[in-house]
């Protein structure tokens, strides 16, 4: 049984995201958790009140029309976005969460900005897909794994990436984006490693040369192959993972990709 959770301001991005991953996981034993944030402000009336009455009819509405295979429950509480987020993966174990990459209140707090740093550096548990808001999915077919080599893989970090494409049957691109020709010999031992951990699924390695930018190399591969239908990688503390943040990538494809992104957190 998969935990999901569902953030939702009650905007057309954020409904697109639940949308998607039901969608997604409608062959696979679920409970989804749909969470909205907010602040109660005491100039205010009806917030509290205004909020549970939509988010009552949005779990009516996924009730009427689930699949046997899916439970949902809501919950309601005062608090930021990303501490909201934050609680709710540990209290509910929750394994991925599903979130539109724009909207309005607090969940647009958590993927924009320095907030997205902020997500990126205090939440380690769980898996982040960041859908966006114009996304029209499809069965996916490619997922592109962007990769540095520099890190010994685990094969609990790679199970979120390895249970996405064992849904529907996507081959896994790993993508070494560098300018040397020749890996050094502990990216050549992680290589090999990571092509064990994957051998059960269909995964192949792609080796490009950096152009002005890690983001502009990915946003070419990304046009290249029609049928990717997510970007991924793994938070390391590793070069690789810094160049993605000093660029920033998240910030600049999040708003701009036309494929979900999915961030996988380092294990200790």
Known sequence: MHS?????????????????????????????Y???????????????????????????KLEATKSDKHTFESILVSDTALGA??????EKDIQFV???????????????GSVTTSVLKNINSSTIIAVPGEYDYDVP?????????????KPAELSPIIKIASLWGSIINIVYVNSKKELENVQQSNKELLDLHLKNTKHRFIKVKKKS????????????????????????EHSFFKKLI?????????????VPIMIMPVLK
């Open 4 to 32: 999901i959770l569902l953030p939702t301001d009650f905007s057309k991005n954020s409904q697109n995201a639940i949308d998607y991953a039901i969608y997604l996981f409608e062959r696979e034993p679920c409970t989804f």
């Open 246 to 258: 000093n660029e920033p990538i998240i910030r600049n494809m999040t708003f701009k990709t036309e």
């Open 85 to 90: 987020i934050d609680k709710t993966i540990v």
């Open 141 to 153: 077919d490619d997922i592109l794994f962007a990769n540095d080599y520099k890190h010994t893989f």
């Open 98 to 112: 599903f979130m539109g990459t724009t909207g309005f209140s607090a969940v647009q707090d958590v993927f924009m």
């Open 34 to 60: 749909l969470l909205h944030a907010y602040y109660q402000v005491p100039s205010e009336t009806g917030t509290k009140f205004d909020a549970s009455i939509e988010l009552d009819s949005m779990y009516k």
């Open 213 to 236: 930018s890690v983001t502009a190399t990915l946003k070419d591969l990304e046009k290249g192959y029609k049928n990717i239908c997510m970007v991924a990688f793994l938070k390391t």
